[in-house]
């Protein structure tokens, strides 16, 4: 499985950005597709998923202003962020999880949220 984002950028708090992942290969192993974001100096966390029957799941820090979805059962996934924060700031990784646990990354789209 190939993963590719995009969308990153700069934005001001209390802004708006939409990051998109296209996944591609043998996508129908895929389970859960979702992002990670990893913020300067500290490890990578998660932040939200869809499985493949639509269900979503979303970090604390981040529900009621990102949304995850799809288009159709696998292939691209969107992240928009929304009330964005300084600590919001940060790679953000486009990550799928096959039936058989394994994860695959993309190689991260960069944000950047000022105050």
């Known amino acids: 499985v190939q993963l590719v984002e995009s969308g990153g950028g700069l934005v001001q708090a209390g802004g708006s950005l939409t990051l998109s992942c296209d996944s591609s290969g043998n996508i129908f192993i895929v389970k859960t597709l979702g992002w990670y974001h990893q913020a300067p100096g500290k490890e990578r966390e998660f932040v939200a998923h869809i499985t493949r029957d639509g269900t979503t799941e979303y970090a604390d820090s981040v529900k009621g202003r990102f949304t995850v979805s799809r288009d159709g059962p696998v292939g691209t996934v969107y992240l928009q962020m929304s009330s964005l924060k300084p600590e919001d700031t940060g790679v953000y990784y486009c990550?799928?999880?096959?039936?058989?646990?394994?994860?695959?990354w993309g190689r991260g789209t960069q944000v950047t949220v000022s105050s």
């Open positions: 990550n799928v999880i096959t039936y058989s646990g394994t994860p695959y």
